[in-house]
Every structure is written in C-alpha cells, then in structure tokens.
C-alpha cells in the first residue's frame, strides 16, 4: 500500500450482498488498524443524502434517465470532494459502496444512454480519480432481485430502483459483465453464493495483497 492511500470500490446487481461484504471489509482493516473512510452511492455527504432521498423515491417514477444520471454524478462529485479525495490525502483506505461502474451499468447501459456520456461526465467532473480495485460481486440477477425486493417491501422509501423490470436488471448484469472482462487487473469478480463469511474470505484474498 503506498503512501497515497487506496481505493476501493464494491459493485452488484440489486440484492447482490455487496453493501455487507464491505461492511465486513471495513470492520476487518480498522481490527488490524487500518484507518478507513467509508464511502456510499449516492449518500454519505449532506448534500448526497438529499439527492439520494430524490433518486431513490419510488413516487419519483417519472425522472428522465439523463436526469436520474446526472444526480448521480452530482452525488459522486460531491463524495470525491467531501470523502474520497480527502481520505486518500490523509493515507487511508477508502472504501466506497458504489461508484462510476454503477453508472455505466445503470444509466450508460439499462437505460440506454451509452458509455461515452458517462466518461465524458467522469472526466468533467472526478478528472483521473479511479479506484485502485473494483470488487463485483456476482449472483445470480434474479435470486438478488427477490432478496431486494423483500427488503424494499419493508422500506419503500428507497425502493425506486428494485421494482424497475427483470429485464432492467438483467442488462445491468450484462454490463457488469462486459465491464469485468474489459479491466480484469481492477475489477475482480467475486462469488456470491454461499455465507456472508465464504464471500468475505473470497474478498479478502483479493484486498489482502494490496496491503502487505
């Protein structure tokens, strides 16, 4: 690990478990004394979170992809500002549920607006800012869709984005998957299935070379 800090991004489907994989990551550096900021998509800073509560609204179902993309990207700059960039300076590792992947899954590819907008959007406004490693969580679509779709049936308040179509989700797995075998050296596809304890393990094999 070099002086400059490192940075780490988890990405899935909906329902792939990656929020607790890096919930486990995290709680894991900090026991062997780490210092590590946490970072979520979209949320995390003040104004992140309001713009999360406006994405993430199932009453929002109206809201135009290049909408919906450009909020993102506002939350995201507003992360590297507040969170990434500052943590990284200071020598941390910086973990982030989420980040520009998500992006070109979601917006570039489900909804059709093409990955050329996202990097022209990503180098506007993050520049060079990148994730050192990409963990991506793999299960399969629809086995993850039903787990978030149970979740959301007991909060709706951030449910927007599960009850889109199978299909929807199934393109974003699709682009995942295009993703992953483009960048093989930053993003490493992880097994999903089996316990939460399995799935970490299988994560730290690929974390725990990077900070020797």
């Known amino acids: 690990m070099t002086e400059g800090g490192l940075f780490l991004t988890f990405e899935g489907t ?21 210092a590590v900021t946490k970072n979520q998509e979209p949320g995390t800073t003040r104004i992140g979170a309001q713009i999360r509560r406006i994405l993430l609204d199932p009453a929002h179902q109206e809201m135009d992809a290049m ?14 500002a507040e969170v990434i960039r500052p943590g990284l300076a200071r020598g941390e590792i910086v973990v ?13 590819c489900a909804r059709g607006l093409g990955g050329e907008m996202i990097a022209r959007l990503q ?6 800012l990148a994730p050192d490693l990409t963990l991506l969580i793999d299960i399969d679509v629809e086995t993850g869709l039903a787990r978030a779709r ?19 989700h199934r393109r974003v797995g699709e682009a995942y ?16 299935r089996g316990s939460l304890q399995e799935v970490a393990e299988r994560v730290w094999a690929e974390v725990e070379p990077l900070i020797r």
């Open 67 to 80: 909408t919906e993309l450009l909020l993102m990207f506002a939350s995201r700059t507003q992360a590297a």
């Open 123 to 128: 180098r506007l406004a993050l520049g060079s």
């Open 177 to 192: 998957a295009v993703i992953a075998a483009a960048e093989p050296q930053r993003v490493r596809v992880i097994d999903g």
């Open 14 to 34: 909906e329902g792939s478990g990656k929020t607790s994989q890096m919930l486990l990551l995290v709680e894991r550096l900090q026991q062997l004394g780490f």
């Open 96 to 108: 982030s549920d989420r980040f520009t992947d998500s992006s070109v899954a979601y917006q570039g």
């Open 150 to 168: 149970r979740r959301s049936e007991i909060d709706v308040s951030e449910a927007r984005l599960d009850w889109q179509s199978l299909e929807f």
